[in-house]
T-cell receptor, first 113, second 116 residues
Framework: RKEVEQDPGPFNVPEGATVAFNCTYSNSASQSFFWYRQDCRKEPKLLMSVYSSGNEDGRFTAQLNRASQYISLLIRDSKLSDSATYLCVVNGRPGAGSYQLTFGKGTKLSVIP | NAGVMQNPRHLVRRRGQEARLRCSPMKGHSHVYWYRQLPEEGLKFMVYLQKENIIDESGMPKERFSAEFPKEGPSILRIQQVVRGDSAAYFC??????????????FGPGTRLTVL
């Protein structure tokens, strides 16, 4: 099982649509979870941290299910500017420090006018 | 507050040459991390440094790669005798010494290394 696994996409959605990304992780000891976005040939930028109770930031909602080792990101009312690759990130690897972030390969989103 | 700064943004080297990549963390941040992103791959952890100390270099290739974070100046990732397989984007990230949100890291714009 890959350490962090995501559907690579691409997801092509019209403006205003709701889109959901899923992610699974293998290290049950992970304690911190994040969604980053990465624009083409740019650096990853932190979108939001993911907390056990779930959290919302404007149009973005993140959920965490520790039992299933599953993380999700929901984007409502998609904008053209949401087009990017969304990276699921967890901390720690077996035997490694918690500071080691493990990145999924990302899910590419294209929002179409 | 300036973000994480990296230079150069693009670096071209011929096989066998040396590559030096620099990273200045965000103001107030004392922890530096280097990651590598190969084409079509996710970012992979390489090394974690604090001032004058290498904390964890478990992700670094055993040969040709080294990193430092001196008391003064930027962190440097050095690749000796580069090979084509070293072509990648190298990202530096930093975090503060004490954070309300542990493990949050902020990334620089990256250095894109191309080995001819």
């Amino acid at each position: 099982r890959k350490e962090v696994e995501q559907d690579p996409g691409p997801f092509n959605v019209p403006e205003g649509a709701t889109v959901a990304f899923n992610c699974t992780y293998s290290n049950s000891a992970s304690q911190s979870f994040f969604w980053y976005r990465q624009d083409c040939r740019k650096e990853p930028k932190l979108l939001m941290s993911v907390y056990s109770s779930g959290n919302e930031d404007g149009r973005f909602t993140a959920q965490l299910n520790r039992a299933s080792q599953y993380i999700s990101l929901l984007i409502r009312d998609s904008k053209l500017s949401d087009s990017a690759t969304y990276l699921c990130v967890v901390n720690g690897r077996p035997g490694a420090g918690s500071y080691q972030l493990t990145f999924g390969k990302g899910t590419k989103l294209s929002v179409i006018p | 507050n300036a973000g994480v700064m990296q230079n150069p943004r693009h670096l071209v080297r011929r096989r066998g040459q040396e590559a030096r990549l620099r990273c200045s963390p965000m103001k107030g941040h004392s922890h530096v991390y280097w990651y590598r992103q190969l084409p079509e791959e996710g970012l992979k952890f390489m090394v974690y440094l604090q001032k004058e100390n290498i904390i964890d270099e478990s992700g670094m290739p055993k040969e040709r790669f080294s990193a430092e974070f001196p008391k003064e100046g930027p962190s440097i990732l050095r690749i000796q005798q580069v090979v084509r397989g070293d072509s990648a984007a190298y990202f530096c990230a930093s975090s503060p010494p004490i954070s309300r949100y542990p493990d949050e890291q902020f990334f620089g714009p990256g250095t894109r290394l191309t080995v001819l």
